[in-house]
């Protein structure tokens, strides 16, 4: 089992940038899938980005393509969400999921959820 801690989360004004981090604890990162979901308010969770064991293949949910880039250092255990051009839309709380593949990830298959980390994006 994966343990996945999200760090980075914040208040931001629209058009600047974040940094999520997940750290992860378990000898089965370097093997899975990560990725990151997120939860408006009064919306269901949906995905935002995944990559798979080797960073070599990344997502993307159209509404961040281009903005967001999702990255991995098996060495150091830890999985990267840079965004950028931040909208009040990406306002959310972000969760770090890990998966046995990103096929899985991407349907919401998961084998392990962080607790989340607030993202607040004023206009």
């Known amino acids: 089992q994966v343990q996945l801690v999200e760090s980075g989360g914040g208040l931001v004004q629209a058009g600047g940038s974040l940094r999520l981090s997940c750290a992860a604890s378990?000898?089965?990162?370097?093997?899975?899938?990560m990725g990151w979901f997120r939860r408006a308010p009064g919306k269901e969770r949906e995905f935002v980005a995944a990559i798979n064991w080797s960073g070599g293949s990344t997502y993307y949910a159209e509404s961040v393509k281009v903005r967001f880039t999702i990255s991995r250092d098996n060495a150091k255990n830890t999985v990267y969400l840079q965004m950028d051009s931040l909208e009040p839309e990406d306002t959310a709380v972000y969760f770090c999921?890990?998966?046995?593949?990103?096929?899985?990830?991407?349907?919401?298959?998961?084998?392990?959820w962080g607790q989340g980390t607030q993202v607040t994006v004023s206009s």
């Open positions: 378990g000898r089965t990162f370097s093997s899975w899938a």
């Open positions: 999921a890990g998966a046995i593949s990103t096929a899985k990830l991407r349907a919401g298959e998961v084998g392990s």
